[in-house]
């Protein structure tokens, strides 16, 4: 029916998908990594909640109620 109309794969993103499928099997533990993760996984969002809580404490210390409890 459709016959003939093959397409043309493009090797770089035959080699990146392939790359991607098999992350967990290649992937390496650096100090590199290690920082990333301690960066993004756990400063930066500790560094938001606490910014979040301020604001939070903030506001109540202008409206004269006492601080909410968060966790």
């Known amino acids: 029916m459709g016959g003939g109309m093959e397409a043309n794969k493009n090797r770089f993103i035959e080699e990146w998908g392939a790359a991607r499928e098999n992350l967990e099997h290649n992937f390496r533990w650096t100090r590199r990594n290690l920082a990333l993760v301690g960066l993004f996984g756990i400063a930066v969002p500790v560094f938001i909640y606490k ?8 506001q109540d210390e202008d409206a004269g109620r006492p601080y909410r409890k968060f966790l």
């Open 51 to 58: 910014g979040i809580v301020k604001e939070f404490h903030m």
